[in-house]
C-alpha cells in the first residue's frame, strides 16, 4: 500500500493454482513408478517361489521299526538334541505314513538334513 509496510492482503495475493492435468500427471506418475518397483520385485520372488527348479538330492538311511516305536521316538533317536517335529514331518512324508500305520518290521526312510 504504502510500499514500505507488509500489507496482509498482498501476503495472500499469489495464490498457484494446480490445474486437473498437472495433479493427474503426478499420480499417473505414482502409479507407474510404483508399478515398476513392485514388477522389478516381484520377478525374483516369483522366480523363488516357483517350483519347475530341480529338486536338490538329499541324503538318506533306512530304519527298521521296532516294536513300542513312534515317529516321535524314531525322530529322537536319530537326531538327539534337535527339535524332533521337522524330522517327524520329513519321516511321514517320505514314506506316506502316520503315527498310527508303523508295523514292527516295516523299513522307514529317513531323510537326513545337513
Known amino acids: 500500500m504504502f510500499g514500505w509496510m ?11 493454482n ?4 498437472r495433479v493427474r500427471r503426478r499420480r499417473l506418475a505414482i502409479v507407474a513408478t510404483v508399478s515398476v518397483v513392485g514388477g522389478l520385485w516381484a ?6 517361489l516357483d517350483g519347475s527348479a530341480e529338486p ?9 521299526v521296532r516294536s ?10 536319530l537326531a538327539p ?13 517320505a514314506n506316506g505314513v502316520t503315527a498310527g500305520d508303523l508295523v514292527p518290521g516295516q523299513t ?7
Open 6 to 16: 507488509l500489507d496482509s492482503e498482498q501476503a495472500f495475493d499469489r495464490v498457484i
Open 81 to 93: 538334541g534337535r527339535d524332533p517335529r521337522p524330522v517327524v514331518d520329513a519321516i511321514a512324508a
Open 68 to 77: 513300542g516305536d513312534t515317529l516321535w521316538a524314531i525322530a529322537d533317536r
Open 18 to 21: 494446480m490445474s486437473r492435468t
Open 108 to 114: 522307514l526312510i529317513v531323510p537326513l538334513a545337513g
Open 43 to 48: 520377478g525374483p520372488v516369483a522366480h523363488a
Open 56 to 64: 536338490v538330492p538329499v541324503a538318506s538311511r533306512s530304519y527298521v
